[in-house]
């Protein structure tokens, strides 16, 4: 160091940087005045900065020249400035640098020290002088020193390695404090380890959980699950993930674990539905947007008072803890109660607000708008997924159910696959194609087509072959099914439960489909969709607890339709050998064949619509979309052990049941028009028996003399369809369903611009 002359440079504060400039060829005149800036090339702009994930993005770099006078070296500093496209501020006294950086904070400062009797750089940032080492200078600020070199490349490389060395670094340092910043505020458990699994970081979620000193398993790369302890000594089930860091020279520098309680996989999921209730599903959500109405904000969090709340929260705590059976439930309870106690007022009611929602018993069902908003769909969720409004006094409209279920007379010799007219036969030809015209059987076998048409799904998939049972058996059996069906009902009857077996069958020759079920599954799918709504009497299951009905009472005005379906289709069945097509089963296997059928029957009920859609989602779609993003799409493996989950399978079977019974908006344009008029006639019948009984009308906007119907099936597609076949789709790849939904929403969308009311438009 001794008495050469030199130049200390010291990096400050917050740092940024330029683009660099185009080279120039000439020095700037340097401004003699002091404090005063020299105006720099105009080719100023953002420059990116790549950060591991992160893009940082550096403002133009500031440099300030503290020269007593004007040289070749302030003015080869000034050059190297001009070429790097740095902006250049220049001051000739103490007092106007300090007054200078205070205004502007500029990234480097560089200090003529040649010439003391001017100023004393070491004092203009430090008060006084310890020692003649270097020292002094890097605990005043300074980091560099430069021997005088007035040559403007030398000075222009020196700015430059300043630029990409201790400046660059200081960007990516405080990204790390924004880093850890958002490390600290996440509801996730985070810890970092060195090589040696020394824990460096953990953050607030992390020690409010599992408590600092918690063991973990070691190893360089690994994911699964292990028990930890919380700090109130309970033990915490973990999902962990643990990924190795690589850091200088190849080696594994630290560790990074995240750690989260098992049932709270799909947290952020839940975060983001919070916000948009269009979140419900994510897959391909983009496909058809234009369908969709604005988002709702289904599930508000607004804090309440903070009055009683911390009694509320340890009164709750003392009835969950006293509980001897833990259900999921009950346990999300619990962790939910253990994060208030060390919670911030404000989340601590919001999470009190959790608790009152979770308590309720419609979790996936979202809040809709007033019914000023959106009558339609109001009315179609009063009658499609409510028991109805009872009523206290003892005038019930008693609605009998007493006619007998028989076999027809007129059926009593069945028919063979080989006897089916010509006629029926070739209505049937293109059965296995999803554009197969339900309605033209339905015109050739007399209002009997699915006897017909389940002889032949049934025949194709082995369904004999599966039960034991000879042909003639299942042919008696679909027949006193069909005869149980109402063929006064418009929409209601055996047409619509051909349709629901077609669709079905259709759904399972998809290969995704293929994949997830078993041949009892199959089985089963067929024989629920053939009896999902035998004897149905046209009437809602609103309208039946309103009536007070024989129905009603049996099944406590709980899915009564759907239950009487399941337990005819079965008194039906074993009531005559003749049509048991269960009588050659095994007892397991028919006990287990059974149970799929209820199930899908009864999932066909609307009040648990958005429960199956949200399930599947979350449980199928998302891990699946998982796997395709990491690229293990093609690991036939990987989806096996996700569809092959026996509760993902029950799923998959719901699915597909439910997509089945309400396709007709992904049928093409006539047939969906044909079964909207069959629907409405039969929404505006239960209106006018209503009226007549003095019962309350559980679906006002259909009165046959004010309806629009357009209306009606844009609310039906919006509320209930979209979400659930993009989700269908997104499963097993329907394009072609997907783009009859889009042609007939943009159909009813049309008619309802026009302000019309009916099917169809008035001929021009």
């Given amino acids: 160091m001794g008495c050469a002359s030199s130049i200390h440079i010291s990096d400050r504060v917050v740092y940024h940087s330029g683009k660099e400039a185009e080279d120039s060829h000439s020095p700037p005149q340097s401004n003699t005045h002091p404090g005063l800036p020299i105006k720099p090339s105009n080719k100023s702009s953002l420059t990116e900065v790549q950060f591991g994930p992160m893009k940082l993005y550096e403002d133009q770099l500031q440099v300030l020249l503290v020269f007593a006078k004007e040289d070749s070296q302030s003015s080869g500093f000034c ?12 001051a000739r006294t103490p007092e106007s640098a300090l007054h200078s950086f205070l205004e502007k ?18 004092a203009l940032c430090r008060p006084d002088r310890e020692e003649a080492t270097v020292m002094p200078l890097l605990s005043a600020g300074f980091n560099r020193r430069y021997v005088e ?7 222009y490389n020196e700015l430059i390695q300043l630029h990409h060395g201790e400046i660059r670094s200081q960007i990516k340092l405080r990204a790390c404090n924004a880093i850890f910043t958002a490390l600290e505020q996440s509801q996730d458990a985070i810890e970092i380890s060195s090589e040696d699994q020394l824990i460096q970081y953990v953050n607030p979620a992390y020690e409010s959980v599992m408590g600092i000193n918690n063991c973990i398993r070691k190893g360089k790369e690994w994911q699964g699950l292990y028990y930890a302890k919380k700090k109130n000594g309970d033990s915490v089930q973990q999902n962990v993930k643990i990924t190795p860091v690589i850091g200088q020279g190849g080696k594994v520098r630290h560790y990074v674990s995240i750690n989260r309680p098992l049932n709270d996989n799909n947290k952020s999921e839940r975060s983001s539905e919070r916000v948009q209730a269009e979140s419900q599903t994510d897959i391909q959500s983009s496909k058809h947007k234009d369908r969709r109405k604005g988002s709702l904000d289904v599930r508000s969090t607004t804090s309440r008072g903070s009055d009683g709340s911390s009694q509320r929260r340890h009164s709750s705590m003392a009835r969950i803890h006293s509980m001897t059976i833990e259900a999921p439930i009950t346990k999300v309870i619990n962790i939910i109660n253990a994060a208030q106690e060390s919670s911030p007022m404000p989340v601590a009611e919001a999470l009190d607000r959790v608790l009152e929602i979770l308590r309720t018993t419609e979790l996936y069902s979202p809040q809709l708008g007033t019914k000023d908003e959106d009558p339609h769909t109001n009315d179609l969720v ?11 006094s003892g005038n019930e409209y008693i609605f009998s159910t007493k006619h007998p279920h028989h076999l027809p007379s007129h059926l009593t010799t069945p028919l063979s696959l080989n006897d089916i007219p010509p006629r029926v036969a070739q209505t049937m030809e293109n059965e296995d194609s999803w554009d197969f015209d339900i309605f033209s059987l339905e015109a050739a076998t007399m209002k009997r087509p699915l006897t017909y048409l389940g002889l032949k799904i049934f025949s194709r998939f082995g369904v004999c072959e599966f039960l034991s049972c000879p042909e003639a058996t299942l042919r008696s059996w679909l027949q006193v099914i069909e005869a149980n069906y109402h063929s006064s009902n418009s929409y209601h009857n055996s047409t619509h439960a051909a349709d629901v077996l077609h669709a079905t069958a259709y759904f399972l020759c998809k290969e995704r489909v293929k994949q997830s079920v078993d041949p009892i599954d199959e089985v089963a799918a067929l024989i629920a969709a053939t009896v999902h709504d035998v004897d149905h009497p ?10 007070g009905s024989e129905l009603a009472i049996l099944y406590n005005d ?13 008194q039906l069945s074993t009531r005559d050998d003749k049509c048991n097509i269960f009588k050659n089963m095994e007892r397991n296997e028919y006990r287990s064949l059974r149970q799929a059928i209820i199930d899908m029957v009864l999932a066909t009920e609307m009040t648990k619509h958005f429960e199956h859609v949200n399930k599947f989602v979350n449980s199928i779609n998302k891990p699946l979309a998982a796997l395709e993003e990491n690229g293990a799409n093609g690991d036939d493996e990987a989806v096996k052990g996700i569809l092959m989950v026996p509760e993902n399978r029950i799923l998959v079977k719901r699915m597909l049941i439910k997509c089945a019974d309400i396709s007709n908006p992904c049928r093409p344009l006539e047939l969906c028009i044909e079964w909207a008029g069959r629907i409405s006639e039969e929404y505006f019948a239960q209106t006018d028996e209503e009226k007549r009984q003095g019962l309350p009308v559980v679906m006002p906007v259909f009165d046959r003399k004010t309806c629009s119907i357009p209306k009606s099936q844009i609310s039906f597609i919006d509320y209930f369809i979209t979400d659930m076949f993009d989700a ?9 369903l997907m783009q009859h939904l889009d042609n007939n929403f943009k159909y009813w969308k049309g008619l309802d611009e026009r302000k019309l009311h009916t099917l169809r438009p008035p001929p021009e």
């Fill in 558 to 570: 709980t899915a009564v339709l759907e239950s009487h379906h399941a337990a005819l289709a079965f």
């Fill in 149 to 155: 070199n007035s040559n403007v490349m030398a000075c």
């Fill in 79 to 90: 050059w190297a400035c001009e070429r790097a496209n740095f902006r250049v501020t220049v």
């Fill in 538 to 547: 046209g009437r809602t299951n609103s309208f039946l607890c309103n009536a």
């Fill in 382 to 392: 009063g009658g499609l997924m409510t028991d109805g409004l009872r009523r206290l």
């Fill in 728 to 736: 269908w789709d997104a499963f097993a790849d329907l394009p072609n």
């Fill in 105 to 122: 904070h500029h990234d480097l400062i560089i200090i003529d020290h040649r010439h003391s009797r001017n100023f004393d750089a070491e």
